[in-house]
């Protein structure tokens, strides 16, 4: 896939997740396989005041190319003011984002509620392209409710305003992560607009990947929740589609991007707060193995990443012959 003259190799992405995919996950993703990823969503109001926290968002390596800087907000003039921020550190993209729809958010005017007033989409929309060299990709849901199904419209809307692709996810706002996520709106989106159109919603597995791929003819797959614990999700999905051969998932495989992942989140956040945020990948990426509540409970009271490393190390020595192709 090509957006705005950018290549994106591979055939999945991984979607922005608060608190999950920060630098050190990205850069995991991207070693197995993700062709595009995207940061935590970042407040427009936050990098217009200089909050710091804010900017600790849009820290990201080179590696992690071709990467995408996620904001939201509801005023078109702080987000095209943010945009042009953002731009400075040149990332490949800038999306916006119209389509979260948790309270903390949408009570604001932003997310998901910006579906109910596509007038205003297209301002946000035409005033952040015009404020930024960087190419803009916009994520939009079904609609706000059942009843105001409005993808198509939005997906025209912003290609008119200048997006340069377009990220779907078929759920409406009501339903929050909740239902199914109804796939045929991604194919009606694709057949209505001429960018690309990034498929979202419901990949857990290679299975779910090649489905929507194959029903939607969309350009692309977006992935989230189905990544955490899983980042060889990408590399499967990219194997699936191209006939390649895909990773085995051993036990060793699973303890060495471990590792490199605490490596990661080490130099970018210090031991502290790296021993605080990786308890929680810890614990996805020995789900379902044995006597990972054991290990998960441990490593829970943890607070060194001395005796981290220590637990890890011990638990995988112990299944060094365990296959998990997940």
């Known amino acids: 896939m090509i957006i705005a003259g950018v290549p994106i190799p591979g055939y999945a992405a991984l979607a922005p997740l608060a608190g999950v995919s920060d630098s050190s996950f990205r850069q995991v993703c991207k070693l197995l396989g993700a062709g595009l990823v995207f940061s935590e969503m970042v407040s427009s109001e936050g990098l217009v005041r200089d909050d710091e926290k804010s900017y600790q968002y849009l820290k990201f390596v080179e590696s992690e190319r071709p990467i995408g800087i996620q904001l939201f907000g509801a005023d078109p003039d702080i987000m095209a003011d943010a945009a042009a921020r953002v731009a400075k550190i040149s990332p490949d993209f800038i999306d916006l984002n119209f389509g979260c729809p948790v309270k903390k958010v949408v009570k604001r005017g932003a997310g998901a509620a910006v579906l109910k007033d596509l007038n205003r989409m ?99 797959i977006m992935i989230g929740r189905g990544a955490m614990g899983n980042p060889w999700l990408f590399q499967h999905i990219n194997a699936e589609i191209s006939g390649a051969e895909p990773i085995s998932v051993t036990a060793q495989e699973r303890y060495r991007v471990m590792k490199l992942h605490l490596a990661f989140i080490v130099e970018e956040k210090g031991e502290r707060l790296a021993v605080q945020e990786m308890r929680k990948h810890l614990a996805w990426y020995i789900k379902g193995w044995p006597n990972s509540a054991s290990l998960r409970a441990q490593l829970m009271q943890t607070k060194r990443l001395d005796d981290i490393q220590q637990a890890l190390e011990e638990f995988f020595k112990s299944l060094e012959h365990v296959k998990n192709n997940k």
């Not at 993808?151 to 990220?167: E, F, K, L, S, Y």
């Not at 759920?171 to 929050?176: C, D, E, L, S």
Request: hydrophobic share 40%; glycine share 6%.
């Open 122 to 220: 297209q301002h946000i929309t035409e005033r952040v392209v015009k404020a930024s060299v960087i190419p803009v990709t916009v994520k939009i849901r079904s609609g706000w409710s059942t009843d105001q199904e409005i993808a198509t419209d939005a997906a025209q809307i912003v290609q008119d305003a200048g997006a340069a692709a377009i990220i779907m996810h078929p759920r409406f706002q009501t339903q929050q992560f909740k239902g199914r996520a109804e796939w045929s709106l991604i194919a009606i989106v694709k057949q209505a607009v001429t960018i690309p159109v990034i498929g979202n919603g419901d990949i857990k597995s290679v299975s779910n990947a090649k489905a929507m791929y194959d029903s939607t003819g969309c350009d692309y």
